[in-house]
């Protein structure tokens, strides 16, 4: 059984501070990861993605890969109120990507003004 | 913007009776998938499909099936509704046929309501 574990939240960040998200999976062939956003009443959106072992950038945003530990993070740098939200941390095992994509339940963030 | 439609948004109906949603996309893909989303319990697939007439059952398949008739849609069934199938239900697409990168694009989701 594949397995994405997240902590649920919610957690709080003071705006302008480093927001830290976490993710761990189960599954040892898992090859690509995935990082969505996904407001209230709304749908995931894609934000990050990371394929290989360490730090990926973009903008505000970085993903950490350690396949070692089987563990994925995403930092949020200068958090502002607009990206409270609930994260999915999202992984692939297979190679081809039909079988779609294991979620974890989600961190609920918030930023505090 | 993915060009992935859903419908219906928003539906109600009664224990028993069959329901179908509907996911459009215009954007040629050819992998497509039926997620349900609840409280607790994440983002779980139900069914995807590989190309036209090809599906496959994901984690939480019982009490529904597809059809992909076109590769620009995409069905899920409900042949006889249950209170336990009250979700809001997310299709997605992808990997990009040219990169296969893995990830995943959503439309905006129906709720489902089954009382």
């Known amino acids: 059984q594949k397995e994405v574990e997240q902590n649920s939240g919610p957690l709080s960040v003071p705006e302008g501070a480093i927001a830290s998200l976490n993710c761990t999976y189960s599954d040892r062939g898992s090859q690509s990861f995935f990082w969505y956003r996904q407001y209230s009443g709304k749908s995931p959106e894609l934000i990050m993605s990371i394929y290989s072992n360490g730090d990926k950038e973009d903008g505000r945003f970085t993903a950490q890969l350690n396949k070692a530990s089987q563990y994925v993070s995403l930092l949020i740098r200068d958090s502002q109120p607009s990206d409270s939200a609930t994260y999915l941390c999202?992984?692939?095992?297979?190679?081809?990507?039909?079988?779609?994509?294991?979620f974890g339940k989600g961190t609920h963030l918030i930023i505090q003004p | 913007d993915a060009g992935i439609t859903q419908s219906p948004r928003h539906k109600v109906t009664e224990t028993g009776t069959p329901v179908t949603l509907r996911c459009h996309q215009t954007?040629?893909?050819?992998?497509m998938y039926w997620y349900r989303q609840d409280p607790g319990h994440g983002l779980r697939l139900i069914h995807y499909s590989y190309g036209v007439k090809d599906t496959d059952k994901g984690e939480v398949s019982d009490g529904y099936s597809v059809s992909r008739s076109k590769t620009e849609d995409f069905l899920l069934t409900l042949e006889s509704a249950t209170s336990s199938q009250t979700s809001v239900y997310f299709c997605a697409i992808g990997p990009r046929r040219d990169t296969h990168t893995g990830e995943l694009f959503f439309g905006e989701g129906s709720r489902l309501t089954v009382l």
């Open positions: 999202a992984v692939r095992v297979s190679g081809g990507g039909a079988d779609g994509l294991t």
């Open positions: 954007e040629n893909h050819r992998y």
